[in-house]
């Protein structure tokens, strides 16, 4: 079982950058592909960004390429997504998720086998 805490969300003014941490504990994420996921208000859950196991891949929305960098330090089990640039839609409540899967891509949001409880991320004018 691995437990995923999300961390570094908070209120910052269009254009700022802001970085996220996911810590992983009960397991090593080292064997783990893992993403980011964001839900803005009265909007359904959608994907951001994925990073595989390896780190060899990296996988990114549309409206954050260019902006938004994934990144993982496996000695430290955590997992970054740095945000630059960032404008009022990427107001949103952040989720980290783990794919233990091995598998080559980046999987459908329903197979990441564990979900962080999110940190809120609101972009002001």
């Known amino acids: 079982q691995v437990r995923l805490v999300e961390s570094g969300g908070g209120l910052v003014q269009a254009g700022d950058s802001l970085t996220l941490s996911c810590a992983a504990s009960g397991r090593t994420i080292g064997r783990y592909a893992m993403g980011w996921f964001r839900q803005a208000p009265g909007k359904e859950r959608a994907f951001v960004a994925h990073?595989?196991?390896?780190?060899?891949?990296?996988y990114y929305a549309d409206s954050v390429k260019g902006r938004f960098t994934i990144s993982r330090d496996n000695a430290k089990n955590t997992v970054y997504l740095q945000m630059n640039s960032l404008e009022l839609e990427d107001t949103a409540v952040y989720y980290c998720?783990?794919?233990?899967?091995?598998?080559?891509?980046?999987?459908?949001?329903?197979?990441?086998?564990?979900w962080g409880q999110g940190t809120q991320v609101t972009v002001s004018s």
């Open positions: 990073i595989t196991h390896t780190g060899g891949s990296r």
């Open positions: 998720a783990a794919d233990e899967s091995l598998r080559i891509g980046r999987p459908p949001e329903g197979e990441y086998d564990y």
